[in-house]
Nanobody, 121 residues
Framework: QVQLVESGGGLVQPGGSLRLSCAAS????????MGWYRQAPGKRRELVAAITSSDTTTYADSVKGRFTISRDNAKNTMYLQMNSLKPEDTAVYYC???????????????WGQGTLVTVSS
């Protein structure tokens, strides 16, 4: 069983910062690409940022220059540093990982349960 657990969400004022974490646990042989998605009320889930196993990153245009994705492979953890937050960043943020499970061996795509980020004064 492989799990992704997000943390770090909460209420922040416009212009503020938050750091999200996504910790992977369980029978993991290798974590491949990982990403952060978000879903605002009444909207479709969208990709926010992604990072490959070799640390190549991509960002949605709406967060470029404000958000930074990173990972610590030794800790099986991914982060999203969010600065200059705007009300339109309000959403449930989900982490996602493509990985190779150890037992039973095979490729998996796993989602976290989500963490709520609210940007409001």
């Amino acid at each position: 069983q492989v799990q992704l657990v997000e943390s770090g969400g909460g209420l922040v004022q416009p212009g503020g910062s938050l750091r999200l974490s996504c910790a992977a646990s369980g029978s993991i042989f290798r974590l491949n690409a990982m990403g952060w998605y978000r879903q605002a009320p009444g909207k479709r889930r969208e990709l926010v940022a992604a990072i490959t196993s070799s640390d190549t990153t991509t960002y949605a245009d709406s967060v470029k220059g404000r958000f930074t994705i990173s990972r610590d492979n030794a800790k099986n953890t991914m982060y999203l540093q969010m600065n200059s937050l705007k009300p339109e960043d309000t959403a449930v943020y989900y982490c996602n990982a493509d990985l190779v499970a150890l037992s039973p061996r095979g490729y998996l795509e796993v989602w976290g349960q989500g963490t709520l980020v609210t940007v409001s004064s």
